[in-house]
């Protein structure tokens, strides 16, 4: 990850799904074991002609006595039936078959890439020129709502090239549930985000929102939606394809033709309402709240400089550099997110998030030394 060009990331074992798959097939070779009409096997040890040529008529049948499989493995898992059964399964069900063993792991997983491949193949016909499609994965991660859920997601991840070099880029596809077959529009989805020079430093912002009136909820900081980007740098588009709406069907998620537009200056909308900031000494005197300088992620992140605006809600605007690498520590915790910062050069991964959305996926933020960060914190407000 440290190098100073990209060919050493390996994108196929950033998350522990995929390390999970490559840990099972070192092990062993789980994809042979799974149920298959072995005709190779039937060749070998034909005892005469008619009874070959029986066995043979069976097999252009596919009768289930002649699928076979290793332990562990299941008729219904044969290549062409299981894709079927995955479709039936979707959700929380689905996700307890990948627990069963190793064995229904890889082969659920490798059958998720065989559906989803459409999905894959389609975007790097879209946008192969500007955004390089390195490796394409299935992930899963619960909702939380009232009531336990879980959402699908197929990850696509893209090396960003030089082609829309200071311009914001949009990417964007339509999708119908699979409930609703064809009847009515279809349903889109985009991405932005804003692409720079290779091993220029970022910045972006991140709004906390610890107001009292807010009550118990999860409080996960919201971050930038249009995300700057490096050349070189890695994005993750994750293509939504089971939630509380139901399951999106494969065949009409439909990829739209690349848009670009000028860059802008991306600023926390907390902006636009506040105008004379403050030093912690001056607006104390002025507010009942207690207040102390965000210095709590040293020493990958910095403290700057922290300023202070606001009557009945008290806001902090916080500059945050990245020095040391590694994990920030405390970033979980206060936050809700976790980050971590590597070397200067070195190409990190970057989730999109969906265009209107406050949050999106939790995931984790890589950072370069060298990035600022800037981090509004509001505190106060009246219970109601």
């Not at 995929?18 to 062993?28: F, N, P, V, Y």
């Not at 409930?179 to 985009?190: F, I, R, V």
């Not at 293509?239 to 926390?268: I, K, S, Y």
């Not at 040293?298 to 400089?305: E, F, G, I, K, Y």
Request: proline residues 5%; glycine residues 6%.
């Amino acid at each position: 990850m440290g190098a100073a060009t990209s060919s050493p990331i390996d994108v196929r074992i950033t998350d522990r799904k995929s390390l999970i798959k490559e840990l099972c097939l070192r092990r062993r070779d789980y994809e042979s074991m799974q149920h298959a009409y072995r005709l190779e096997e039937i060749m070998d040890n034909q005892p005469n002609h008619g009874r070959f040529a029986a066995i043979l008529q069976q097999a252009s049948k596919r009768l289930p006595d002649i699928c076979k499989g290793d332990e562990n493995s299941l008729p219904f898992m044969e290549a062409s039936i299981l894709p079927t059964v995955i479709a039936f399964l979707f959700g929380g069900s689905l996700i307890r078959c990948f627990q069963v063993c190793p064995l229904w792991f890889v082969v659920y997983y490798k059958t998720l890439d065989q559906i989803f491949a459409k999905i894959d193949q389609g975007f790097a016909s879209y946008y192969g020129p500007s955004l390089h499609l390195e490796y394409a994965r299935t992930d899963w991660s619960p909702v939380h709502v009232a009531e336990a859920g879980i959402r699908i997601d197929r990850i696509l991840i893209a090396r960003v090239t030089s082609m829309h070099v200071n311009r914001c880029t949009k990417i964007s596809y339509s999708y119908g549930y699979k409930a609703n077959g064809n009847s009515g529009d279809p349903s889109e989805c985009s991405f932005k985000f804003d692409t720079y020079t290779k091993g220029r430093s970022r910045a972006f912002w991140i709004h906390k929102d610890i107001c009292r009136f807010h009550g118990d909820e999860t409080r996960v900081a919201a971050t930038q939606n249009i995300t700057p980007v490096c050349v070189n740098d890695r994005i993750e588009v994750a293509v939504n394809l089971f939630n509380a709406m139901g399951l999106v069907d494969v065949d009409q998620v439909r990829w739209r033709p690349l848009e670009v537009f000028p860059v802008q200056r991306r600023e926390c909308p907390i902006e636009q309402e506040l105008f004379d900031w403050y030093e912690l000494d001056s607006f104390q005197s002025q507010s009942v709240e207690r207040l102390q300088l965000p210095d709590f992620f040293s020493p990958q992140l910095v403290h700057c400089s922290t300023e202070y605006a606001g009557i009945d809600v008290a806001v902090s605007r916080t500059r945050l550099r990245a020095e040391a690498p590694g994990v920030v520590p405390q970033a979980d915790r206060i936050l809700g997110s976790r980050f971590e910062v590597l070397p200067r050069n070195s190409p990190i991964i970057l989730p999109l998030k969906r265009v209107g959305l406050q949050h999106d996926r939790f995931t984790k933020v890589q950072l370069r030394q060298g990035d600022s960060i800037h981090l509004y914190i509001s505190q106060g407000g009246k219970m109601t």
